[in-house]
């Protein structure tokens, strides 16, 4: 998250299948994780020592590099090589398996190589020629679009990226971890017509951004069967991936993309803010903008997603992180919770996995403590969600965090039920036996999850008091908090356009 | 935990890294395990689809199979394979993975073959010759020992192995997963004098336990560097694992038991009730019963954790579960707390991953809820495992399970600091400059994560609240409950005869 | 092949790629074997060592047990545990990998502690009521059979099998590697009318055989869909595969077909000489031999694959081994090649995996070299199967081994051309261009590979000739030989009942 | 081996254990390959079918993509995917997996989409900034030396190469598959001077070569300490390994070679002809050089490995494609045969797989026969390398391919016995137990491997043998030849420099 790509760095005890989820995470994800387990003494191998199992091995499918020192000495130069690996070309996890008996083993100091850290990863550019016929597809494109995925966060691409945005009047969308690259209040900014740009567009270019199932695999009916993709990547073998695309742009986006601005400044030109697309993708965001505030706007009690995320959005300070996971929580709120600084959202990504957020948080708050004191996180969770890691509150509580938790509480996983529905069904049988398997407990106080450690706890039930808990919580700084808010059970996302895919991506 | 084996079910969505952890924990303690997992759309395959994984491949090393039908008619086939491999020859886990669009795939219902069930586990005896070795080897024994593995629970050999210990007066350990096979307080067991008992034993038969890290792996200094161990067990595999045995007997534990039996009853004879050993047994048994005693009885300010192990051992029901994880806390209790009937105490076993024991509670109520009406169980977490998953006490509230929640807190992971010393410290510092990685934040109210959700919570600091917490929550049949237990933050256990290894594994 | 179970030793240097077919091959086919490998020094790891590759993690899925010692001072510990985990319980091959810096490292004797060998697989035993129970089942079949499969070879069972055989009268069929635990012209077998026995038989005994491909799965229309199948078996995941037995003998096969036969003791009983079913058995086999019978006497030339068989059938010593690999060359050959003695029949097995024959064939040589000086191996190779491996002719003259190979040349795989057709087919143009993938260049000259290292060739194109090598070949004991049998290039096997299964598979 | 990045396709039955070997070498010598194997029938999976095995997991670790595709339809999809896999980025080995029943299944012709094979790989060039820092290091170095990998001749890179080796006069070596990207005649190639160059070299540039154990890993002695090491590199994760590299230039290597051209080319420079450093070289060279061609001069029979290199370098046609494997007959015949044009070399290469030649042999015999008919093959083989897969000589004389394959012949794996000595070490002992395991059968006559398929087979004991041997083989098109060299037994490479590491590895 500095300048200098950053390796987040885990440390595991033997056993460390409970680093496995993150380690899958990162890895799909593409962040340059770096994960230190412990395994037994070496002399017990194959004995039956405690927790004796091929980690290393166990790693593989989770890791870009996954190996084991054969020695003390080679410590430092397995280190070097894990954080290397983990952020040189596409970033991604690596494992370093560190036996019991190393860590009493005493060595000659002058036995060992130090090694100095690795240089900043090589930045590499692509192709002129392929630069110039990008640049003329761009020209030449009826309905273009710009996505700007997380890669091209992670190359810092931002200001060469909106310099392009603005230079040449394009639309974008952000990916769900590219928002923020440019700020998503942008007026450029489309993604309150996502599916209607993807649906028309002609020519799309894909900064840092995979054509997997977040983007519908790039194919119709999603897309138009003759979209023209061009793709800018870092890595070589993610190019072609289920489209054939028009052009390919093999390099580090922030590099590539300053190329294709250089190319595109050698002649006057721009995309005329009065096309028809323009107008088209306008009316679109206005008309879907206006649904969401009107169900924003619905005074009835329980809330829904929108009223809710309505007026966390009014007080959400503009340098906040927001770290947010769940189904409907994520999805919704990804939508109506606005980045304007890249690099500052994190989500379960790529590849889903709940149990990450308030890990996330935990680690944006460590760096942002040391960066920017003051600078706080909001952390956006589904109640499910929540339930995967919420022990955390007490790790945010040992070191006084500056995090936010919002539990956005639908009793449920997509739906569940209110607590007089609730009675009625246990009134003749027992849980186990009438309970959906989605449906989670009634009315569960979260918030004293959070006041069971010290930190400040609100049950919120209406506008008011979800506007007045935030306010409280944002100003008072010596402490973490958890805003409990309950939500009609059975609320959804307003409809779709394509309602087989009502559950949006992006 | 019926007579006919259990297999225990997991339903993991995709990307069920979240079931790793139970996998390879009961692919280690040879516990049958099936996990269903859902994968996505076989048809979004290398595409990039929703936690696309090669799952089958992941779970290889936790599993003894592994595998996804190949289509929706050969689920029945590969689910009773699946079954049947968890639970034939030792046992152990098995993942079975579902592609999404078997979900709404429609067949033909005549397409598919319905499988009935397997058979009972096949059961195998021990080669008539070896068992005439064996009884004659146990027959000349100076210092005889049996030690009673967990195989032996799973064999359900509990009546011939108790008739085996009574009919000839043998001197019996149970291992930490194998107590109550023959009851905790039988006046034969010597867990009590545990190291003395393996150190000087000539002879050691044991019974479905494994020669690994819980039991020193056979080896000197804990044993004898000649003892005759006699292995008992159902996997030809384990036989000679670290040391050369006197005698193998390969079969199922409780036919081969019976063939024991049989053997020795063909000469009258039974180990020496007066004889040395026996003596140097129960003067050492006594002289570490009193020590603890002395402990238990302490007066000081914050409890130690033989005070509480005492009064809770005190008011434990002769029928109850006990569930068990943690540190000092599992090696402690577990030398307090008396199992009387077989099957009934679950701790994190041969792999000790922490993070298993509420849902062993949560799976071991929904078994007794149906058998036995009114059983409780007693689960008793460290401080630092509960944090693992204590979200799951909404599960346990959601459903209403019998369960009362037991957490001793030091404030920390083997150590922390009580709160008058965390408050100095933290005077010139943040805590994620000062605070040890293993001290936890002072004095959680973890009771308060039980009433969040409507159960009931206790804080106790003193034997007498302990007493009533406890009277409370056994007398109260309507709901969970969890009591808080403060314990002296630097409290360990009694000094051991072998210092090295203070940690005790049984 | 001892009475002692034996080991087979494979050192294959870094890179062990070579060594996997093998491992794989051993297996799946249960047979015991111990590879050690080499690896580069481990101060080079991670560096691009030569080499350099996870070879332990590589061979998991090819064995029972891969590991690495930890250190010079382990190498005997972990030999042990390989040793004995390739012969207890079920067989299969075992991974020791040995890094290159352990060859020249220097240790102090006295810290290797030095490990007997193991002691021999520890025996088990069936229940004793499922004995009973399986002995009714025998005892009121109408239409029985036996089916031996090479479990019962390893297990040692050929007395007590073929006692059961002659005792009670009842028919058996080998499998291709269980061939010879009773002879095959034992005037019970009924190999000559094998899918006949399986598809009619009410009661089918397998001992020590799988249902797997090579039995059809034991499913309908090869067999009676009510069939009753005991499994006897060492193994107890394999109890049940595919179908649901009557009854189950778990244990040692040897020790529960004793068990067996007590039990049958106890009631007079034979299965009648006179019924239906051997009646019915008795004219197919008759009516099969005399159609083979038929082609082998043919007198047209190029000879088929019948008349080859029955000549060398015809001078089989009654002692040798007979080694065996190719597709109908294998399969036919097997039908015809009789064995006499329990393992001393070595074919591609189970897995069916090609290039294995040579390296048989040598290592029964080594065996038989010691054991019995004199016997011959007599190795049945196609001439695709000759191709894989047909270099370890080298071999073969180095070590002066007795060995007599039979290359059965059809000039292809299952079907080639005669040489003149082949000419007339390159007039136009190049081999590339026309020749079908699994036509092989015609009449080539195998037996000149035997003599570029020294041994005997001969190349047969008529039965005078094949008789007159054959014997010139077992009269001279000082050589190795190779006759090269030029058969007709397209012909076949005989039709058989199962037509859509004219490749049947014992 | 075309301007367009060729894909080797290897097809495997079922059980493609006999593909392993190539893949791994090819994924570890990052050579594209796709490699199609066959599965069996879905609907048999896990009831142990015929070569059932998990084949797309046995293929993880040797691939950079293993799949199976989900149904026929998706077919060309992954096909496309592997394809481009495999030529993407660095170059590896990819497996798909194909179920037998995809063979016979109908699908209707409609329902596949079929897929345009993927646009040449992605062009990337290295950031300017690094290129100016590259070149700057280049002028000012004192000592400076390229070494040209075989990521060069993947690359194309020859035409830049040479004018950057004789615009600037740098010294430059090829590692042994970079050997021809710059004639081995050229004046600058110091390749006589190997050892010399690396250790005093004070700048050197790597193109497309790894530090691995071949570059003796960058390392002290065989390399200055503060040698500045320049890498230019298709693979970021390669940078940096072993070393901390001066500049690391990240791109494709044609076009950062242009890149650097054009740096150098903006001030007038080059590095003087008449410095030390090239005098040294030169001396080196010069006295190197001498004692080879002593060595070859030697007028004694049995030739040494010189002499017979010597005349074999005589006759080479300038275009042919040089194959090779084998201990010392890889490693000297490297320093003698000399490649004039790129990719004309091929050999077992970083990963060192014997086994490989022959395959390489005919899959360059294959390219050359539709390309540039009349261009001859000539297949270097130690006697040991030959008896992996010498077999293959049938394929060979099958397609009548333009290889002429010499057999060097020293009786064993780096030494054997004359005829004499081993006749005399057999006259009191049988072979296995007096001869090593390293030697092999004295005066083998691999000729007749091949005169037994129809090719010209040659026994050669002089060098006018060998000369006219060679002579008659070239001139003779209508058949490939064999030529085996008989050399002194236990000949071995001339003394080197660092004699701890006598076999030098370039």
Redesign the interface.
Known sequence: MSKRPGVCLVVSGP?L??A??GM??AN?NCWPLLVIGGS?E??????????E??Q???C??YT?FS?R???I??VP??I??AV??SI??RPGACYVDIPADFVNLQVNVNSIKY??C??S????????S?VCTAASVIRSAKQPLLIIGKGAAYAHAEDSIQKLVEQYKLPFLPTPMGKGVVPDNHPYCVGAARSRALQFADVIVLFGA????ILH?GLPPRYQPDVKFIQVDI???E????V??AV?????IN?VTKQLLEELDKTPWQYPPESKWWKTLREKMKSNEAASKELASKKSLPMNYYTVFYHVQEQLPRDCFVVSEGANTMDIGRTVLQNYLPRHRLDAG????M?VGLGFAIAAA?VA?DRSPGQRIICVEGDSA??????EV?TI????LPIILLVVNNNGIYQGFDSDTWKEMLKFQ???SV?PPMC??PN??????M????GKGYFVQTPEELQRSLRQSLADTTKPSLINIMIEPQATRKTQDFHWLTRSNM
């Open positions: 056993g299948i409970h496995l989820g899958a995470n799909m037994p070496r002399n017990q191998e194959t004995m039956g020592a405690f927790q199992f091929p290393v091995e166990a593989r499918l870009k190996a020192p054969s020695s000495e080679a130069f397995v070097e090589k290397r690996s040189y070309g090694v100095e690795c240089m990863p090589p930045i590499s550019m692509a192709e002129t392929a995979r054509l997997n199932w695999f890595c070589a073998e190019l072609g991936n289920n054939k695309p390919t742009l093999l390099g580090d590099a790529t590849f889903g996995t149990g460590m403590k929540f339930g995967f890691s919420g022990m007490e509580c040992r070191y006084n027992d849980a186990a309970v989670l407990l569960s106080h979260y918030e004293q999850v006041t069971a450690f010290g």
